[in-house]
């Protein structure tokens, strides 16, 4: 069983060593860590994780591999005039600029040891005036939208031509690692603050220091930020803190295991650069998480679409909520409404009901009237009177249906009339 394992053992140590061996460059962004400092002598700047909001765009770009290429002007090739035109092409990756956002994939243009120009389309020629005498270099890389550099071999392309005659300047060797210098450039509005860089024939690591034929035993990025100097042996963009407002300046040089800038064009570059954070862009706004995903999300798809928002029905149960003491919702101003009108339907019945019984009370009468009825009621009442009551005078039986009738004035004027017609 211990024979097993330590076959087992050695059997994966040396599939590490012939996969490690396939390659003489670095061809990814992860490379082999050594035992030296990587920070020697910071006092400000700080390393961070990147921003979130970053990370997740990044995803889009993870199964990426652009190809990038110089149709024109050809290599080593011999120009006339001081005026070239510049033809690029790119496969794999749809390279765009957002309009609202003024950001997407683009390509980073060097012209021998300038700060890059973005480049957004490639349908038409990029056209280079009022070029010196001598030898020029182009470089080119594909970028995601925030310039992180794509670290695949085919996503870079160089070019060297001459105008009128080739010089030693601007003439990198091709067989020499090359450093191309890309961010931070320009200006910015937020920290943390992305580093980032392309290198070319640069040997991994373990490679260069078993080869005893190699010139070069390793090889570091010496990073300087306002004087403050640390290094780097991977090769992956960080992100850093701790910059000056206003004008800050960051150099950038591929050094050898003996802390010697390894000689070739390009390989120690300076970059001066602004942080203000009232700069308000979008690449601000990234850093700082101050845009949603989904509208980030237009700088990676050109036929990006936002989603729709969904309706807010939340804003009903707000204003529900709002309404205060004394205040009625709609629904209860409806309802209120609805019971008024009820009960005015039913209380509009009974003015009919009380005016039929009104109509069969009878109307006032006149004295004329109730004098008439007396008589009549007299009339009546005679002719029903029994045998014993016919004795009495026909004045005592007006005098007691008299006496019966409510004393009332005109009544009592009324009685002494009757008695006068009767006397």
């Not at 007691?400 to 004035?409: F, K, L, R, S, Y």
Request: charged share 25%.
């Amino acid at each position: 069983m211990v024979i097993k394992k330590i076959l087992s053992c050695l059997v994966i140590f040396a599939l590490s060593i012939m996969i490690s061996s396939c390659s003489d460059t670095i061809d990814s962004v992860q490379a082999f860590n050594t035992n030296n400092a990587p920070i020697p002598k910071v006092d400000n700047i700080a390393e961070v994780a990147p921003p979130k909001l970053i990370q997740e765009l990044n995803k889009t770009f993870l199964s990426k591999q652009p190809q990038v290429s110089i149709i024109s002007p050809a290599n080593d090739e011999i120009l006339s005039t001081t005026t070239a035109e510049v033809k690029l092409a790119i496969k794999g990756l749809d390279i765009f600029k957002n309009e609202e956002l003024q950001m997407g994939p683009h390509l980073h243009f060097f012209l021998d040891d300038q700060p890059y120009q973005a480049v957004y389309n490639t349908d038409e020629p990029l056209r280079l005036s009022d070029l010196a005498p001598g030898t020029h270099t182009i470089r080119v890389f594909a970028s995601r939208p925030w310039h992180e550099s794509f670290k695949n071999s085919e996503a870079y392309a160089q070019t060297t031509f001459h105008v009128f005659t080739p010089t030693e300047d601007n003439n990198p060797s091709g067989s020499q690692p090359l450093l191309t210098y890309s961010r931070p450039q320009g200006n910015y509005g937020a920290e943390p603050i992305m580093l980032d860089f392309y290198l070319t024939n640069a040997p991994l690591h373990l490679v260069a220091q078993e080869s005893q034929e190699d010139s070069i035993r390793d090889w570091r990025i010496r990073v300087t930020v306002n004087g403050e100097t640390f290094l780097l042996d991977t090769w992956q963009p960080i992100y850093l803190t701790g910059f000056n407002k206003g004008e800050n300046w960051v150099k950038l040089e591929f050094i050898d295991d003996r802390g010697d800038v390894i000689k070739n064009s390009f390989n120690s570059t300076v970059r001066v650069i602004n942080y203000d954070p009232k700069i308000k862009d979008t690449l601000s706004k990234l850093v700082m998480g101050k845009i949603s995903l989904n509208k980030a999300k237009a700088i990676t798809i050109p036929t990006y679409r936002l989603p729709p928002e969904p309706v807010v029905e939340d804003v009903i149960e707000e204003e529900e909520v709002e309404v205060t003491e004394g205040e009625t919702t709609s629904d209860e101003a409806i309802s209120e409404e609805i019971v008024e009108e009820e009960e005015t339907t039913v209380t509009e019945v009974n003015p009919v009901v009380e005016e039929e019984k009104t109509d069969i009370t009878p109307e006032e009468k006149t004295d004329e009237d109730v004098v008439n009825d007396i008589i009549d009621e007299i009339l009546k009442e005679d002719s029903e009177v029994s045998q014993e009551e016919e004795n009495k005078s026909l004045e005592e039986i007006i005098t007691e249906e008299i006496m019966d009738v409510p004393p009332t004035n005109s009544e009592e004027s009324t009685a002494m009339d009757i008695e006068e017609m009767v006397n």
